[in-house]
């Protein structure tokens, strides 16, 4: 159950004015078109006003240019979306792991917990492991021998973390990622491939949140390096030495093969590949499936591929993608 | 071990004909090609009665009007593709986790745990959890608090369902699979990336299938949902606020980016994604690794991409794709 | 800790010359750039010499060549990259679950476990399972009834193994990998999908690496098949059916779908996608993130896509791609 606050509670916790009935209490948040009696809406974009006059929300987060559209119960300030997005906090009734260590949890020896951690049923913690201040560490999850985990972090059920890994403050890990597995190294050698063992670790900063499924591997000798305030999506792969740049966020099923830099604030959008050994400009935005195969120095954005088609005409014109140098030849001496 | 089942017994199950030794004992299923004596095969494609001569199988599932060409044991249906797949069910040997619950599984308070539930070794239940009849549920699987899960469904090995996670009836739910991870939700603020919590669930029909390292998010504010009868492979990734429609099936590794909403009876091919935001009708067909960027109101089958060939010749064509719109340019100005 | 090891012990191990101090203690290994005093470093590529001057390291693998330029303590070799390759092992600090089972570990009825098994907290063996010498199962890792895992081969923590898969010797299993989950078989009835149950199983060879979340089903009715020697990144769907040849390596988030054959010492790039049911030579090479829509009958490259490029660009570019079967007709009318 979420918790109940009321408008004047919230309007001083956001450090926001309000308008209209400072006790209406509040058990939750809702869009303009789904937000139920007792709920708290929010309009971010002027193009929802349409939808004031129909909401069924107990009160609504708005700019105050807005105001005087809408009669009922309000919360005033300049960035709407923000004020609902640090609300989503005070509304989130994610069930936590209880403090303390449950006893089906197993625990290697020489290992430093702080107060306030949680680790939950069937967890396993390796010797020698250091957990911060308040560190959740869901059921079943698996953190290696000598890992450093820093305060308030959360490891969510069933992740990996590999020996040695080192994580910040504040950062998620969801279920089924994979920190500080093998990176992909092999020696082609006369008897085929000869495994390269992979001797780095991963140092991941704080306020990182990394999504369900995703990996990030060890690097070869020198460590795999995930920068303050990165958020990375589900099912992203992150290759041996890598390193990614703050605040950079990049989408789901991307990859970065190994040793490429990306730099900070660059947003990677959806399936996009950057193959190894680049570098990645700040700023650079790439969009959803695009392939980068050579390093950018410019912020800005980039793109590959081809537009979406009914099949039967795409055929007829990606065939003629097979030709496109014999056509270019012809047109140019043509115009010649 | 398979079972063993007579001819007529499987015909009888069928509610097929068969022509032959009705005792012949059948003890597992087989191609034309690898069949060996004692198993049954079947013949789907008339492209494949060339090997009807020569196959080892002890009987054969076919149409009536192949009957004459096949002097064995033989069941004869309209439609030998579907009772093959119905008879795979007789045939799997898949060793089910005993029914009642192993010592080592770890129950939250407050759970119902229906007849015939299984719980493997190491499976950690929440509170509050409602199992109905004959769910099993793997080894070392972790199911969050409040989920609910429908009669007949199973939670392979490893799988994780976070909390208030709702799953229908015969679902089978594959290991690494990731249920209800947050959406990856952010608002860009003056200190960088702030997190919108993520208080909606996932609610999933019955008959659905969900494979291996599967992730699906749950919804920002509102659910994430998969209807009924809708199948999905390994490693697709569901984003937050997605609905799936009706017996829509997806192949591996696509991905579908929030708030999307797909319409039944749609096949997505492997590696597609399609971005946020849109509308796609029912009845649409995406073929292998295309993006779809704009909602799609017709059914139909639709394609982006170019074709493969040998790199040498791709690298040349794809240059000129970089000139393509000068190229248009100046062959309109030739044509005037 | 890494060991220490001295120059003349490494050049014995690695049968190769040294030039100076043989008692010159090394405890591991960097780049020319990055290594510490009392590591080694290595000079694969004539383009580094310019670093020798500068390497802060105690001794350096080179070859005989290029030993006049560096006056400091070296290992003399033909290949240093594979000797570098050959030394990641020695240098490698690793912990290894302790021998033996874990007290917290769930061992089914039947099951055979050689000289030197490790099992670890919370791993669950199904029954008459064949674990051979020296195996190691990191923690929570899950192994079906019925499984047979060869001499050596380690299977990371959490990782999933349903029934009856073989692996072979020396293999490396990562987390968050799933072997042997049902393939994506379903026959279209008037009722909906039904699901054809997968009654094949997977055969792994010896001396196979699969990355972290990989995912490999199980064969419909034959078994899927890793050939020894394979290497397989993170994130690689390997659908039912598939055969993959030996010492083919395929890189991260690759799919290979349902009864593909991939030939012998291919290399598989990143993203790549093959459909099902196609054939691939010997020898083959397929660049990041093709998709590969036919047999390929010929070693060679092989590539699909489009170059990145300024979204702006590219979007004048892409639009003119729908026009390119009609623009092609132009031309060729012009040129007649």
Request: charged share 20%; hydrophobic share 40%.
């Amino acid at each position: 159950m979420s918790p109940t606050l009321t408008l004047a509670e919230l309007a001083a916790w956001l450090d926001a004015d309000f308008e209209g009935d400072g006790d209406c209490p509040l058990s939750g948040l809702g869009t303009l078109q789904s937000a139920l009696p007792g709920q708290l809406s929010f309009i971010a974009n002027p193009v929802y006003r349409k939808y004031l006059a129909s909401t069924r929300a107990s009160a609504v987060i708005m700019t105050p240019d807005l105001a005087a559209e809408y009669p009922g119960n309000k919360l005033l300030t300049a960035n709407p979306y923000e004020a609902y997005a640090r609300l989503t906090e005070r509304f989130d009734d994610r069930p936590a792991v209880p403090t303390g260590c449950h006893p089906t949890a197993v625990i290697g020896d020489g290992c430093q917990l702080a107060e306030g951690v949680s680790i939950g049923p069937q967890a396993t913690i390796g010797r020698q492991v250091v957990l911060a201040e308040g560190v959740e560490i869901g059921a079943g999850a698996s953190i290696g021998d000598g890992c450093h985990i820093g305060a308030g972090t959360r490891i969510a059920a069933r992740a990996v973390l590999y020996h040695d890994i080192r994580v910040g403050e504040r950062c998620v890990i969801h279920s089924g990622a994979v920190i500080g597995a093998d990176g992909f190294g092999f020696a082609l050698t006369a008897d085929g491939w000869l495994k390269i063992h992979q001797l780095g670790s991963v140092v991941i900063g704080s306020d990182v949140e990394i999504g369900a499924g995703t990996t990030v591997d060890r690097g070869a000798l020198d460590d795999t390096r995930i920068a303050d305030g990165v958020k990375i999506d589900n099912q992203v792969q992150i290759a041996h030495n890598v390193s990614i740049g703050r605040n950079t966020a990049i989408a789901g099923q991307a990859g970065i093969a190994g040793s490429t830099t990306v730099g900070e604030n660059c947003t990677i959008a959806g399936g996009v590949g950057i193959v190894g050994h680049l570098t990645i400009a700040d700023g650079v935005h790439v969009t959803a499936m695009s392939l980068v195969t050579h390093s950018l120095h410019k912020p800005g954005s980039y793109s590959s591929g081809t537009p979406l088609a009914p099949t039967r005409e795409w055929r007829r014109n990606a065939v003629r993608f097979k030709q496109l140098n014999e056509l270019a030849t012809r047109l140019k001496k043509l115009d010649e």
